[in-house]
């Protein structure tokens, strides 16, 4: 059994810091790096990109919103040429990083509130796709489990990665839980790893109500900017070795 362990990376920016990448990246098969519009500047994804390829990591751009206060979790309305040429943008700059260390990019994945709402809108997830078409057709878009978006995707055929949340409460419509509400992110490693080994084993997910539902992931992502990601990566991956499951880039398998 193989399964694919990614993170968001990268999201330093000039003096300021922000997660503990050096410790992540040896954890992890797949690394989502940020691309300087909501996180990120040139030197940064440099860096992380010679980071992850020392540890044979996949690497894939992470693009958001144009919203660095915001850490890209506000929603911004953009027209359809903003957001196609705001995508071609983000994913040619790491396209460049890339290739100076002699690797092609692995995969797409949205970040905060672009990726939320991506997730179910038609439109915006149409013109994601075309945009990904347009740069490389090679690139695997992940996106939330169950998601408009990745059947736009499978549709256009562009691959598609099913992503899941290790540190993030579900809903019964398999939805993530908002983050204003209470128990929404997860801190307990122990049992972030419980969750991640059910959701690789038996493909299903206990929700925030205590019902379980079906979930079939080819990613799980932690979030690397959150308190404890790198405890509780140790407790996933050591979880997921003892049942004899292969972490790799899901570009391996997929």
């Keep these: 059994m193989k399964i694919d362990l990614n993170c968001d990376v990268g999201e330093s920016f000039g003096r300021y810091t922000l997660g503990s990448d050096a410790e992540l990246m040896p954890l992890i098969s797949s690394a989502n790096i940020a691309c300087g519009f909501h996180a ?16 044979g990591v996949g690497i894939g751009a992470h693009p958001g919103f144009p919203d660095l206060v915001g850490f890209g979790r506000r929603n911004l309305s953009l027209s359809s040429e903003e957001l196609r040429n705001t995508m071609i943008y983000q994913i040619g700059a790491l396209m460049g990083f890339a290739r100076v ?14 990726y939320n709402l991506a997730a179910n809108d038609e439109n915006m997830g149409a013109i994601i796709v075309d945009a990904l078409l347009e740069i490389d ?34 809903t019964e419509d398999s939805s993530l839980v908002s983050r204003q509400v209470p128990g929404a992110v997860i ?15 038996e493909k299903k ?50």
């Design 205 to 254: 997910v206990t929700t925030i109500t205590g019902t379980e539902i079906d979930l079939e992931p080819d990613t799980i992502c932690v979030h690397g900017d959150t308190s404890g990601a790198v405890e509780h990566l140790k407790h996933i991956t050591a979880a997921l070795n003892r049942e004899g499951i292969e972490i790799v880039p899901v570009g391996s398998f997929l």
């Design 101 to 114: 260390f002699g690797i092609t990019l692995q995969h797409v994945k949205l970040h905060g509130a672009m």
């Design 137 to 170: 057709e090679r690139l695997i878009l992940f996106g939330l489990v169950g998601s408009t978006l990745l059947k736009i995707a499978r549709a256009a055929g562009l691959k598609a990665a099913r992503e899941a949340f290790a540190d993030r409460a579900y």
């Design 187 to 201: 801190t307990d490693s122990a049992h972030i790893a419980e969750r991640v080994l059910k959701m690789a084993t």
């Design 40 to 55: 990120g500047d040139p030197v940064v994804m440099r860096k992380t990109v010679q980071l992850a390829v020392a540890h």
